[in-house]
Structure formats: C-alpha cells, structure tokens
C-alpha cells in the first residue's frame, strides 16, 4: 500500500495491521481480537450523541440551531469514526481467526509429537 492511498483512518490501522499481523504472538493476538468490544461501546457512545444532537436540534429556537458547516463537520467526524470502527472489528475477526488456527496448529503439534 503506497502512502497515497491511506487516506483515513481506516486505512491507517488496515495498513498498520496488514504489516504487524504476521509478526504477533498468541497473547498480542487475543488483545486485538478483543476489540470488538471496545468498538460496540463507541458506537454505542456515537449513538448516544448523535441522539442528543437530534434532541437538542429539535429543541432549540432557529436563530440558535447549528449552521451548515457544524452540521457538515460533525456528520464528516462521524462517518470517519465509524470507518474506523469497522476498521478495529475488521482487525478483531482477523486477530480471532490467527488466534484459533495458530492453537489448532499447536494442538496438531502436540499430537503428533512422539513420546521420547
């Protein structure tokens, strides 16, 4: 991936991750596996702010309401937030999968190993 084409968050940590994930041992693979529940509780978190934008949208005089480029600025930030989001749940079901075929590998390891 050329430096070009990361041009997002997303495509920061799919690069970063594309680079390291070969190089992880068990115990840092099951961090990253992991994170998807880190990203259910942030997109919760923008769930929650965006309802509270809408609330206080509806709830406010006219003259008080954002102006287009707040709207266009908190819309932007949240599409890239939840691109990176999916991002992190992309890496955690990569992390898992490493995870379970590096045990499966061991397990096979271990039963083919011959007593001394």
């Known amino acids: 991936m ?13 690069h970063l991750w594309s680079a390291a994930a070969g190089t992880l041992r068990d115990e840092e693979l099951d961090y990253y596996a992991k994170l998807t529940g ?20 509806a709830n406010v005089g006219e003259a008080d309401q954002p102006n287009r480029d707040e709207i266009t600025q908190v819309l932007y930030s ?20 490493c995870l379970e075929t ?3 590998a061991k397990e096979k390891s271990i039963r083919i ?4």
Do not use: G, H, M
Request: charged share 25%.
């Open 113 to 116: 190993k011959k007593p001394d």
């Open 2 to 14: 050329s430096k070009t084409s990361i041009v997002n968050t997303r495509d920061a940590l799919l």
């Open 38 to 57: 880190f990203a259910e509780l942030e997109v919760r978190n923008i769930s929650t702010t965006l309802s509270t934008l809408a609330n206080l949208a």
């Open 102 to 104: 590096s045990r499966k």
């Open 78 to 97: 949240t599409s890239y937030q939840l691109d990176a989001l999916a991002a992190l749940i992309e890496i955690a079901d990569c992390a898992a999968y």
